[in-house]
């Protein structure tokens, strides 16, 4: 334990209504309750998205004064084919969450079994194979990353993306297709 300069849990996320519609809440349900130790709620109650430490700690551990850096969380929603650009455009101009600037969360709560569903038909009714499906779909979080960084990154002074390096981190590191 001497050795321990920190400790920091954001909890594992179970429940989390990020974008509510007018007369929801805000919930957030978590093991580990990282709302314990990073005030989630309380940054939810002031109209944050509820995981204000980590941007924090990797805001203070990934610092580099020299080099700007970037850190992309892509967590379980994140988890082999031809892609359909058009459909991956089409769906995300009809979603909300696409447009909303950062930082911000989601999961299956905005998008779960029902959009699945949805996607699986829209990419079967266009004559997509079952890989060209995934691909497809995995592309969507692909893209909502790239465009994140074209409209948000930071800018040098002829306006181009000023970011060196990124740092990958949470579980959808490992879908081999991002």
Request: charge should be negative.
């Amino acid at each position: 334990m001497d050795d321990i300069d920190v400790v920091s849990s954001h909890g594992q996320t179970i429940w989390l209504l990020s974008m509510p519609e007018d007369g929801q809440t805000k919930p957030a349900l978590t093991m580990a309750e990282g709302s314990i130790l990073a005030a989630r709620l309380g940054e939810q109650a002031v109209g944050r998205q509820g995981a204000p430490m980590i941007a924090f700690f990797d805001g203070s551990t990934l610092h580099h004064p020299k080099l700007s850096r970037a850190r992309q969380n892509i967590g379980g929603i994140a988890n082999n084919g031809g892609v359909s650009k058009e459909i991956v455009y089409i769906f995300m101009e009809k979603h909300l969450f696409f447009t909303h600037p950062p930082s911000k969360t989601t999961g299956r709560e905005l998008f779960g079994n029902d959009q699945a569903i949805e996607l699986i038909k829209i990419c079967t009714d266009a004559g997509l194979s079952p890989g060209d499906t995934v691909a497809t779909i995995t592309r969507i979080t692909a893209q909502e990353i790239v465009d994140t960084y074209r409209t948000w990154g930071p800018k040098d002074k002829d306006g181009k993306l000023d970011i060196e390096e990124v740092y990958m981190c949470d579980s959808g590191v490992f879908n081999p297709n991002l």
